[in-house]
Nanobody, 121 residues
Framework: VQLQASGGGLVQAGGSLRLSCAAS????????MGWYRQAPGKQRELVAA???????NYADSVKGRFTISRDNAKNTVYLQMNSLKPEDTAVYYC????????????????WGQGTLVTVSS
């Protein structure tokens, strides 16, 4: 099983980016999916998460600006980021709890490789 993230880049403050993360492999089911970020010198933090049923939660710092969504048929999670601020600059990681063939028999946690988002002022 792999998570492949994409969509990061350099954007000016006030701009938008859309991150994508696709899970691949012999997947039976995916429960929660989410996005985390880690800025230089800081701990990794949750940005947004979404359940298989579509319930979402967001960090206070991104509420009203970011939207998480998922396409269960494509095993993909998205993060639409609007009104970006310089403090949003970080490496963004996707995360998913996946049940797959040959696994533990329960949902295991997987991480994507990270994609860099840089917001210039």
């Amino acid at each position: 099983v792999q998570l492949q993230a994409s969509g990061g880049g350099l954007v000016q403050a006030g701009g938008s980016l859309r991150l994508s993360c696709a899970a691949s492999g012999s997947i039976f089911s995916i429960s929660a999916m989410g996005w985390y970020r880690q800025a230089p010198g800081k701990q990794r933090e949750l940005v947004a998460a979404i359940t298989s049923g579509g319930s979402t939660n967001y960090a206070d710092s991104v509420k009203g600006r970011f939207t998480i969504s998922r396409d269960n048929a494509k095993n993909t999670v998205y993060l639409q980021m609007n009104s970006l601020k310089p403090e949003d600059t970080a490496v963004y990681y996707c995360n998913a709890d996946i049940l797959y063939a040959g696994g533990s028999g329960w949902f295991d946690e997987y991480w994507g490789q990270g994609t860099l988002v840089t917001v210039s002022s």
